[in-house]
């Protein structure tokens, strides 16, 4: 299987974002050049929120998007943009419907991994890591519930602006005694 990197919240085109979450001057650019870590051969995961454009535009964004599948997790504002709807993407997930992740190398100690656009759409409990956007930068990157589950925020303001590979995330939940910091 190839490597899967996610990402979310990344509100192409979408002007009001940048005050909203204060991102810094020239954010679409940065998230641009920041896919470019995403191998040619890999699976990229748009945890929803992908642009706020003209229908006519979007199918420039899907070109662009890195990665050899791509699968959408739809966001609130991805129903109305129509997204789902663009040639490129090789599964949509419906807004409020969950994914299920599957990590590449599956043994009996690989945690069960499901994603959403908001976090508030997880039954409770329903897997070991939860992976959401949809909150910016109200919640916190991860962050461990009572019962020992890991709950991911993927929103870009959250990363740097820098999509995530899962291997990463897969780390933090094999080694939670370890304090991890934002990777750079």
């Known amino acids: 299987m190839s490597e899967t990197w996610l990402i979310s919240d990344t509100h192409f085109g979408h002007a009001n974002i940048g005050r909203y979450c204060s991102r810094p001057e020239g954010w679409e650019e940065l998230i641009w050049k920041n896919l ?11 945890l929803g929120d992908v642009a706020l454009l ?52 599956l043994d009996t100690h690989s ?28 919640r916190p990157m991860w962050e461990w519930d009572r019962f020992g589950y890991l709950w ?11 999509p995530v590979p899962l291997s990463f995330i897969l780390d933090v939940w094999s080694s939670p005694h370890v304090t991890w910091r934002n990777p750079s």
């Open 36 to 46: 470019e870590a995403v191998p040619a051969g890999a699976t990229l995961i748009h």
């Open 152 to 162: 991911v925020n993927l929103c870009v303001e959250r990363w740097n602006y820098k």
């Open 54 to 105: 003209p229908r006519r535009e979007l199918a420039g964004v899907m070109s662009r998007l890195p990665g050899r599948e791509k699968v959408l997790v739809e966001g609130n504002h991805d129903k109305r943009s129509r997204i789902r709807s663009v040639p490129g993407w090789s599964k949509v997930v419906r807004y409020g419907d969950l994914l299920e992740v599957q990590p590449g190398d």
């Open 111 to 138: 945690p069960r991994i499901v994603a959403c656009h908001r976090p508030t759409d997880f039954p409770d409990p329903l897997a070991d890591i939860f992976l959401f956007g949809h909150v910016h930068d109200t």
